[in-house]
Nanobody
Framework: QVQLVESGGGSVQAGGSLRLSCAASGRTFGSYAMGWFRQAPGKEREFAAA????????YYADSVKGRFTISRDNDKNTVSLQMNSLKLEDTAVYYCAAARASRYAIYISADEYDYWGQGTQVTVSS
């Protein structure tokens, strides 16, 4: 069992930056590929970024590529999402998720993930 707790959300003006963090419980954090998803009001949850167990591989949705960076620290059981050049359309609840995975696997489908955090709100205003 893995428990995930996101933090770092808030309100920011367009063009600004935020850094989201996700703290995981348990001693097997390094066994999980991690992902960030987001859900805007009235829309389905969508993939944003993912990272492999060791952090050597990452993948981004086209909508965030070049602006967001996912990273992880397996010693601290954390995964982060650095968000720069934020746009109005980045407004959403952001969720981190964990998936049991092979060493280099990355998943972009929510169905592949086994554990989810409660979400943190990010609001971008003009």
């Amino acid at each position: 069992q893995v428990q995930l707790v996101e933090s770092g959300g808030g309100s920011v003006q367009a063009g600004g930056s935020l850094r989201l963090s996700c703290a995981a419980s348990g001693r097997t954090f390094g066994s999980y590929a991690m992902g960030w998803f987001r859900q805007a009001p009235g829309k389905e949850r969508e993939f944003a970024a993912a990272i492999s167990r060791g952090g050597g591989s990452t993948y981004y949705a086209d909508s965030v590529k070049g602006r967001f960076t996912i990273s992880r620290d397996n010693d601290k059981n954390t995964v982060s999402l650095q968000m720069n050049s934020l746009k109005l359309e980045d407004t959403a609840v952001y969720y981190c998720a964990a998936a049991r995975a092979s060493r280099y696997a990355i998943y972009i489908s929510a169905d592949e993930y086994d554990y989810w955090g409660q979400g943190t709100q990010v609001t971008v205003s003009s």
